[in-house]
């Protein structure tokens, strides 16, 4: 029955089309795929960065959802003080028995414009673009229709749908931009950055249906946080993202308690967070109502330029019953190629 549900919810989301992009519990980690204006934004050169997501499979087993990304990005110095970011992201999805699949691949152009500060401090403002090539696919031989049982309680997949679905799979282009503002103090140790962007500014038409319409919404994401020094060897991290994509919206907001380890000789630090996701109802008329998603656990560690992410969501809305409070699992790595560096402080540690 649960497995029957979730193929249902699934089906209904293909259909219309209206179903939400992908998402990171710790989107923090997932740069590329949060704002274009975060390419090559970092405190190396070089940067590069894998995430996988499994969502689901208490119930759906095999047929779970799964999500990765990988994505390169670096800096580059341009003038006194300035910066260009270039770089490319891939990611791909798959969810349910329908094997309803997205690959995408874009790229991706920054430019940081150092607006004030000193030797200790820097503000500056990014303004980002990105654009590439998406796919969609859909398995229809598992997709079952009303007319394929025989009203008795039996089922055969030999009948006839009668659906005209002609487009099984279909490439689209995909086009975002972004802002960001970010400020440094290196003396105090601290940061804070706030960014905006808006995805698929082209509204590319998703429907499967022969001759048919259905637009891709544009989302929009905000999204704000920062790294507060409380000692020498403690600190805060909180963050807090925001996406409103047609009738759908989804906040994600907490913090990180972050431990320095080690020396001055070397960067170390691990931290562990705790997370809440929240959503719209879509049973309420107007789409209003707030509803609890899941309480999300973090932990991460630091070691000069490599970092690991581990997240875990435990599902806290009505659909708890059906899941036995299981929401997925999320890995994160990234890898940061630094070079010499001449200028000055330039950018949060990310």
Known sequence: MKRVVFSVIILMGVLSMKAQDIHFSQFYLSPLNLNPAMTGVMN??????????????????????????????????????????????????????????????????????RMGGNKQRNDYLVVGAQGGIAQRSIDFLNLRWPNQHDGEGGFDPSRSSGENLLNDNFLFADAEAGLLWFSVNEKKGSSLYAGAAFHHLNRANQSFFDGGESLLYTRFTGHMGGDVPVSSKFGLVPGVIVMKQGPS???????????????????????????????????????SGVLAD????????????????????????????ASNGNGGFEFALVYKICGQERRGVYCPRF
């Open 249 to 287: 919206f989804q906040v994600n907001g907490g913090t990180s308690l972050k431990f320095l380890l080690g020396d001055s000789r070397e960067y170390q630090a691990f931290q562990v967070g705790a997370w809440v996701r929240v959503a719209n109802r879509y049973q309420d008329e107007d789409n």
């Open 294 to 321: 899941a309480a999300i656990l973090s932990t991460r560690f630091d070691y000069n330029s490599f970092s690991i992410g581990f997240s875990y969501d435990v599902n806290i809305s009505p659909l708890a019953t």
């Open 44 to 113: 190396c050169n070089t940067r590069l960065v894998a995430n996988y997501r499994n969502q689901w499979a208490s119930i759906l087993k095999s047929n779970a959802f799964n999500t990765y990304s990988v994505s390169y990005d670096q800096r580059i110095a341009v003038g006194r003080y300035d910066y260009i970011g270039v770089g490319g992201v891939f990611w791909g999805d798959q969810a349910g028995e329908s094997r309803f699949s997205t690959t995408t691949g874009k790229l991706s152009f920054s430019y940081s414009k």
